[in-house]
T-cell receptor
Framework: NAGVTQTPKFRILKIGQSMTLQCTQD?????MYWYRQDPGMGLKLIYY???????DKGEVPNGYNVSRSTTEDFPLRLELAAPSQTSVYFC??????????????FGPGTRLLVL | GQSLEQPSEVTAVEGAIVQINCTYQ??????LSWYQQHDGGAPTFLSY????GLEETGRFSSFLSRSDSYGYLLLQELQMKDSASYFC?????????????FGTGTQLKVEL
């Protein structure tokens, strides 16, 4: 199992450009998440999905969009990049069932710089 | 809303025991998780408490008191490789499922 994979590893964007951060998991997990982590800070939830076709906003969804057409993939779209979106982006997945212990597995992250 | 508090930095010597505390104010609380993150790396899961009491996993233990909205991570026999950031995270129920809210992290420095 590759686990959770993310591409690209690093990207520089100009203000106003758009891009898609890719995330794929091969563990057949039902839940997938996108977080951003600013330097010296914790992770903030952008969007999450509880299954294919179902997504919901997290704490900081403005400026981002997501889709979940398959169990495996959960891309994050930035439409109009702004310097405030400079951050490290982590995708995670988990298998979540009521009453059960849950572990989130994280991808290696994408470092995004908006200039 | 959700808020979590944990110390920003803790320093300890190799071989010692260290406790990292976490207090939270959370609606829809379901459980408390702990994650470790080395510099430049991704977070990795350490422990989870849904019920009051202690959970032990090797050198790491985690404790939860739901009535006090408080938990801690206990690291024993500290090693240099334990130098990392440690995040507590509350698992909360949502209309469609559940999600994690992370604290700002505690940077642990292990010295010789």
């Amino acid at each position: 199992n590759a686990g959770v994979t993310q591409t690209p590893k690093f990207r520089i964007l100009k203000i106003g450009q758009s891009m898609t951060l890719q995330c794929t998991q091969d563990m057949n997990h039902n839940y997938m998440y996108w977080y951003r982590q600013d330097p010296g800070m914790g992770l903030k939830l952008i969007y999450y999905s509880v299954g294919a076709g179902i997504t919901d906003k997290g704490e900081v969804p403005n400026g981002y969009n997501v889709s979940r057409s398959t169990t495996e993939d959960f891309p994050l779209r930035l439409e109009l990049a702004a310097p405030s979106q400079t951050s490290v982006y982590f995708c995670a997945s988990s298998y979540s069932q009521p009453g059960q212990r849950e572990t989130q597995y994280f991808g290696p992250g994408t470092r995004l710089l908006v200039l | 809303g959700q808020s979590l508090e944990q110390p920003s930095e803790v320093t300890a010597v190799e071989g010692a025991i260290v406790q990292i505390n976490c207090t939270y104010q959370t609606s829809g609380f379901y459980g408390l998780s702990w994650y470790q993150q080395h510099d430049g790396g991704a977070p990795t899961f350490l422990s989870y408490n849904a019920l009051d009491g202690l959970e032990e996993t090797g050198r790491f233990s985690s404790f939860l008191s739901r009535s006090d909205s408080y938990g801690y991570l206990l690291l024993q026999e500290l090693q240099m490789k334990d130098s990392a950031s440690y995040f507590c995270a509350t698992r909360v129920l949502t209309g469609g499922g559940n999600k994690l809210t992370f604290g700002t992290g505690t940077q642990l420095k292990v010295e010789l």
